[in-house]
């Protein structure tokens, strides 16, 4: 699908990508990148892992359909018919946000039909916070190579030679190194997963499910995934549908045609005529990523240097065959390092740490490779004869040995032939160096060949199905069911080593390749020519060559004998001007080339990524979690589960499996359930052959036996047919998964996977199958599982539960825990702890309940030893195992084994619950096999609900946040500032700052929603102006309570106080408070000031006839009667916090005095109300007034006016001093009148708070 890249730069600068149906819109916050440390060379030592949006620059992102916003006033940024392939991600360089897409891709491969993989050729990049670089990138850079450059973009002197321009790119290097022709994506599928671990239904790629190992623009890519995980799931399908997002790895890709007359697989089906793919894919890992000398050995997290997954994908159109083979490379895993130098050969190699600080990241990297790929077959080509190789290899045989994938939990050595990890030391040099020359590299065939066998390889076939409906008739004759279904997995990998891991690794690596798929032509009795040989070679030294030049500078050396067979005189010349190259580019272009790497993962110092938000759409996706009960609702399904441990005894495919699948004792409503799930055991003989491999023949035939019973009972039934939906195998152990052709519509995300428990995870005997599937929003999985045998061996049993729980892994890293519901089916091998004597008494007399107390799995699980939280139905059956063969007689053998419950079924899930658990009378095995059968409940989610939930949350949100979007045509606020950000908890605000206010949101005041009691009341403006503050004042009063009438002077005109305020200067803080000004000096009268305790008014402290006391000014305040009292300090003005002036009597003054000290009044009463004349003065004071400064703000000796009660104050906007009473002391603090101590305050006033 054709991108298109628009941009405009009024009133916001905003960028574009767009399609037919959809677009993605990206905006530049700008305030957020002007702190210090926004940019990648500001110093900050802001840690890598830190992504915080106080560091990161912040961007606005909306992702919706075309029709839906407009882009009229957007231009094209690519020529008219030319677009773009989609984005690499966002990155921030120098303090600007630059948007990466591929402008330049060509098709190089083809692994399956509609799998198609593209080679990156050309990137651009474009500004989002500036538009100064949209005319310089192309005017840099070269997307040819020359004589000056090399294949990788680079000139060798790097930066010489450059002419000087007026501005230089910050992503050139960038653009260079992803213009290089090694980076690759598909559109199809996920290129970063091998074939063996890709959902074969996925419809499109799910940029969150990538393996970010292989991912190699994960840092840039990482802030479109996190915002494409808060979208709605049609958002996401329509945004991973729409190509926007690119997953790019770095290694090679290409695929062969192979013609019909050199295909190997003839035997695969009827002849089509149609050429085969040979395909290799190559995944370099980005975790310990670097150039030759700059990466060595491993890190701390397990990770080594130039770690390559190599994938051989072999094609056939002849019954739609697919082969899949998996080999890896990497660094010697320990701690060592090489100094670059001018003599070939001569580069010194130095261990770094000792072998006991090494171990443990030895331990994680091959634990990882063991969780992913199963055994490990290690293959060392040093060569014994250089100082530097031999301490290597002696050091890695040390790991190795100590490894503990090699050891028990008790810390012994597995016994020979147990070991996870197997190491070949093959001299490569040395064995080369005969008149044989390169062609004896083949002959290390010989000392894995045994782990090739037990390795094995993916093999896929596609089957079509025609189901029929209860009439018998084919639901749909022309569409039948076509899908894949995997026959064999491959279950070890081998990882070859060198020391670059290039020219020596690459070479062997072919070899192998060609092992593993002469095996598959063996199986299907088929042979391959020569010339298909010689195209397989070519591929793999491409592979190596492409390899080379990104480790190494330029291309792999032999690459002439991989290529062609044989070493010519041209090809050792070759290989003479490669290894000078390589020196001249390690000793003086690698370092810039090293700062690139780091630069395009995001490891520089400072270095922050890209934060993106979405003030729609994330707050829908929070509701749309928290409303799920609106648009979603509960289904009952019936599934049917069954284990069988065959004893190897193929003839029993013949018998009639009816009493075990369909047993006829159970209610009719339970029966034809929608899935059926059988596990079996010892599907095939477990020879020391048969351990080591799995052949599908035996499996496929009882898959074929299954089906034919269940859909013979369903139409006896009058019920649809079932059809397979996936089976698995691990040598004698496999699990299908049959289901109604009805129900298929409703599963989705099926997958499957193995692990081995035998012989310490080496071997196949022992170990789990498991699949698992979503069943519309439920999870289901399903794990049958053979584990150790033996009476005594409990404890094994155990860690291979734990071992199978914890390394049996899905795609995304998907446990077996993950799911809703899990059943477990196979058989344990868990036995009775009494003798074989009362054990078969206690069967003939009836009593289970004596032997389910003394059953090894019920104690382990009541000892919380194995597996915890799971549940079995109640044992209402005698002990499945050991019978003879056609008898219903316990074993009557030389070793007579105690009988047991071997085969059992466990389940765990809130949404489950088991209705029959029981056996079934089969008697060609000496196991019987074991049935269950449950009810499960499954979350089923209408999307036409969600969807008009999810547009009416949408537009109500639009309504509150307005047009701060992305889209955006407004001019920048201070409140999109804090826009994007998440609120601590759900349902309340997001969180404030200086510049915007939740309860100011978007410029949209919040309405308060509280409703007094009754009609007749109000809130009681004697409460603290702050709610937190403790008051004894009630927060309603009635409105017949009016405030008394109180003289002019002791109101508060507000008029003049509003205009007063109006007009205030610029704030600034006020003078220091000097006491001498306002109290005469320090000999003058003092008054009585008192902080309150709340902002009250003090008409609740008792009022006392006050004397008349002397300004400064020398003009008598009135007052009546008040003697003076004892001097003391008043409390300074508190500018946030109002504090209040109040008087107090002589008598109470004087008390107070002696009783504290002086310095503190007595803590405020409250009067009796009193009716008292206006001529005596003494009736209570009104509020003071909150905020005001107005020079009328007291009027003395002017006639009462009766007037309606006062109404409640205003907001105070003074310096938080409240004024006592004009019956009080005196002037407040406030008065401001023509004295020369209150002129310094003229003018002041306090911060508000807020």
Known sequence: ??????????????????????????????????????????????????????????????????????????????????????????????????????????????????????????????????????????????????????????????????????????????????????????????????????????????????????????????????????????????????GFLTSAIRGFALTIKVPPSSSPARAAGPRSGLPSHLTLISRLSCRRAGTRFNARGIDDDGNVANFVESETVYWSPSGSLTFSYVQVRGSVPVFWEQQSGLIPGQQKISVTRSAEATQPAFDLHFEDLGTHYGAVHIVNLLSNERPGEVELTQRYHHHITRSSLNRDEKGALSGSGHELLKETNYDFNAETRGPSGYEAAAQVSRWIQDSADSFAYLLSEDIEERPSNVQGNAIDPSQPIRRSVVVLQQEGVFRTNCLDCLDRTNLVQTNISRMAFEAFLEHRSDRANSDFWVRHSSLWADNGDALSRIYAGTGALKSSFTRHGKMSLAGALADARKSATRMYINNFADKGRQNTIDMLLGRLIGQSPVHLYDPINDYVTAELARRSGEYSSKDIIRIWSGTFNLNGKGHGVNEDLSSWLCPPNID????????????????????????????????????????????????KTGSEEYVLLRGGQLVGASLSIFVKASVLRSIKNVEGSVKKTGMSGIAGNKGAVAIRMDYASTSICFVTAHLAAGFANYEERNRDYKTIS?????????????????????DFNYRIGLDNEEVRKCIQMGNLERLYDNDQLNIQMVNGLTFPYYAEGRITFDPTYKYDNGTDKYDTSDKARIPAWCDRILWKGDNLRQTTYYTAPLRFSDHRPVYALFLCMINVVDEKKRDELSNALYLARKSAVGNNTANADDVDTEDEDLIGYEAVEPGLPPASSDKRKWWLDNGLPARSTLQPPNPTSILNPARPSNPFTQSPHPTWIDKSQSRPSLPQHDRLESSSGMSSSATLPQRKLPPPYNPSLLDGGVNGPTRSRARSPSSTSTRSLPIHPAPLHQHPSGRNSPASSVSSVPSRKPAPPIPKKPSQLSSTSPSHAASATDALGGGFPPPPRRAATEKMSPSARTAPAPPPPRGSSSKNERRTNEPEVDEAPPRLPPRRTGTGLSQASSQASGPGLLDDEDDSGLNQLRGWEALKPG
């Open 1 to 242: 699908m054709s991108i298109r890249v628009r941009v405009k730069d009024h009133p916001h600068r905003a960028i574009a990508l767009e399609t037919r149906t959809h677009a993605l819109i990206f905006r530049h916050s700008p305030s957020s990148t002007d702190a210090p440390g926004g940019g990648l060379y500001s110093g900050s030592q802001v840690s890598l892992s830190s992504n915080g949006s106080g560091s990161s620059p912040r961007c606005m992102v909306e992702f919706a359909e075309a029709g839906d916003v407009d882009l009229s006033n957007y231009r094209n940024l690519t020529p008219a018919g030319v677009g773009v392939s989609g984005t690499l991600g966002l990155i921030t360089l120098n303090k600007e946000v630059f948007l990466c897409v591929v402008s330049q891709a060509a098709r190089v491969a083809e692994a399956r039909p509609g799998e198609t993989v593209q080679r990156i050729l050309g990137v651009d990049f474009y500004c989002l916070s500036s538009t100064q670089y949209d005319h310089v990138l192309n005017d840099q850079i070269n997307p040819y190579p020359t004589d000056y450059v090399d294949e990788e973009g680079f000139d060798y002197g790097y930066n010489e030679g450059r002419k000087d321009g007026s501005l230089e790119h910050p992503c050139l290097a960038l653009k260079k190194l992803l213009s290089s022709g090694t980076f690759y994506y598909s559109a199809d599928f996920d290129l970063t997963r091998r074939l063996q671990d890709r959902s074969g239904d996925a419809p499109t790629v799910a940029i969150d499910s990538l393996k970010a190992g292989f991912l190699w623009n994960s840092y840039m890519i990482q802030p479109l995934v996190n915002f494409r995980s808060r979208l709605s799931q049609r958002e996401k399908t329509s945004l991973d549908r729409s």
């Open 668 to 715: 009719e409503a339970q029966q034809n359930p929608e899935i059926v799930a059988v596990g079996f055991q010892e599907i095939v003989e477990l020879s020391p052959q048969q351990i080591m491999s799995t052949d599908p023949a035996r499996r496929q035939a009882w898959e074929l036996a299954v089906k034919k019973t269940l859909n013979e009972h369903a139409q």
């Open 806 to 826: 914890n390394g049996l892994r899905f795609q995304r890293n998907r446990a077996i825990d993950d799911h809703d519901t899990v059943v477990w089916l196979g």
